[in-house]
């Protein structure tokens, strides 16, 4: 059994103001704990590893200190316990991060770690590590459960894949005469003031085992190669200023943050345990980090599975409808540039056609005959399957009727800007849609350039709801 002990110091100045709008009061401590943050290089804590111990079976475990960041006047230190396994000296590439704690019906943690492995390939499992905050404060459970672990994922756990960890219950703070906000009753607010401070532990923990950081809960399925799916979107989102991307609809599932912004929300989730619950607290952080909108992306990659909450058992049967199962179809779509000179519609602007976030596409206004819309690669692409899908549900009349799709190469600068000087033609346009496979091998060049051309004018607006285009090799 091994055991680290790290002492983190960290200080901040308390700026108070009073306000008379509780919310006001809300937003500006929170604004202002941000400024300090960034003004004073604030740290929640440190997971610098200074020594390893090996002790007898039973003994005590200690890792690394953590400041209580509810508690501005005074610091102690949480004892992560190692109840199963050790993190390796290379950041990987994701960290997945698991909460769990004694439910009165059903359990499903270990089958969410099971998913969380079989659906990732010998390639994706050198890239993850998964850690399970064993949250509860019966210790006997946990005991129990670890044993399980321990003996249907052994080989993870000594590949360095698996972690299982535990703040005991001394370091928590107090969780009696908590607010009553929004009139819940009192055990629901310590169910959920609580479990703020699970997460917060387990964020804190995490900091630097990975580039990435992705939030499930413990009753969730994944898609096969979801890792894949997951680092597509990322690149997709280079050069775009981003705090949580979600890949899933539902709760606590499926968000993903950069790993050095775990310290942040850390604290955040300390500072405010008590105010509300932690889905709604997510959402306050992602607004006062700038980013105002929801940024979630379809297919979704995890489902719940659970039937049972773990508030007092009751039912939970919620679904994610926008889940595959095999996320490996999911597109590339290499960085571009996108053009249009149809008139774009308020601000549905080209690039949201392009872009695989739920509810963004293009909206024009009626095209006309030589119309187009074209897509510029940031350099020359092996494609192998283009997809394109026009109008929605709710204005089915509102796509493409007539309209042909060319790739083209060589590109030069023009007036109207960088364009292909030679395109051909792979396909029409057949009620609103079209899709070409096997392109690569149709064609004889790399491809610069994607072009719809509207091939006679109509009466009708023009919704591009998405441009899907898959490469043959990965996307750097």
């Known amino acids: 059994i091994f055991g680290f002990h790290v002492n983190s110091v960290d200080k901040m100045r308390c700026f108070r103001k009073r306000s008379m709008l509780p919310v006001l009061v809300f937003l500006v401590s929170s604004l202002l704990f941000f400024n300090l943050y960034v003004d004073d290089g604030y740290v929640v804590a440190s997971l610098d590893l200074r020594e390893a111990l090996i002790h007898p079976s039973g003994s005590e475990r200690y890792v690394h200190t953590f ?94 894949r698996l972690l299982v960890i535990q703040a005991p219950e001394e370091y928590y703070p107090s969780l009696d005469g908590l607010k009553r906000n929004y009139n819940d009753p009192e055990d629901r607010v310590r169910f959920r003031s609580k479990q703020n401070v699970d997460y917060a532990f387990l964020l804190n923990f995490c900091t630097n085992l990975s580039h990435f950081y992705m939030m499930l809960e413990d009753d969730v399925r994944c898609s096969r190669n979801f890792l894949t799916a997951l680092k597509k979107v ?31 929300l850390a604290h955040f989730l300390l500072m405010f345990y008590q105010e509300m619950p932690c889905d709604w607290l997510l959402i ?11 940024i979630r992306f379809k297919p979704s990659l995890f489902q719940h599975m659970g039937y049972y909450s773990s508030y007092k058992g009751v039912e939970n049967k919620l679904k994610d409808d926008d889940f595959e199962e095999d996320s490996i179809d999911i597109p590339d779509n290499p960085p571009a540039a996108i053009y249009t000179n149809i008139n774009v519609f308020e601000n549905y602007d080209a690039s949201k056609a392009y872009s695989s976030i739920v509810d963004e596409y293009f909206w024009g206004k009626p095209p006309c005959t030589g119309d187009f819309f074209i897509i510029i ?7 192998s399957r283009i997809k394109i899908v026009t109008g929605t549900e709710d204005r089915q009349s509102d796509i493409l009727h007539h309209g042909a799709l060319e790739v083209g190469q060589r590109s030069v600068e023009t007036k109207q800007g960088r364009q292909c000087s030679s395109y051909i033609t792979l396909g029409e346009f057949k009620g609103g849609n079209t899709e070409v496979t096997d392109v690569d091998h149709k064609i004889g060049f790399d491809i610069e350039c994607v072009r719809i051309v509207v091939t006679a004018s109509q009466q009708e607006w023009i919704i591009i709801r998405t441009i899907s285009l898959w490469t043959t090799q990965p996307v750097s």
């Open 67 to 160: 400041r209580d960041l509810s508690n501005f006047s005074g610091t102690i230190n949480v004892t992560y316990r190692y109840l199963a396994g050790i993190p390796l000296p290379r950041k990987k590439f994701l960290t997945i991060g698991l909460s769990s704690v004694k439910r009165k019906r059903g359990n499903y943690l270990l089958e969410t770690i099971k998913s969380i492995f079989d659906q990732s390939s010998y390639e994706e499992l050198k890239e993850i590590v998964v850690v399970v905050h064993l949250a509860d404060f019966d210790l006997v459970w946990c005991e129990n459960l670890v044993q399980e672990i321990t003996r249907k994922f052994a080989h993870h756990i000594i590949a360095g």
């Open 234 to 264: 990322i690149t997709s989102r280079e050069g775009s200023y981003w705090v949580m991307l979600e890949f899933s609809k539902l709760g606590y599932i499926g968000k993903l943050y950069h790993s050095r912004d775990l310290p942040r």
């Open 284 to 294: 306050h952080f992602r607004g006062l980090l700038a980013q105002k909108d929801v």
């Open 377 to 383: 690669f940031n350099r020359s692409t092996k494609i």
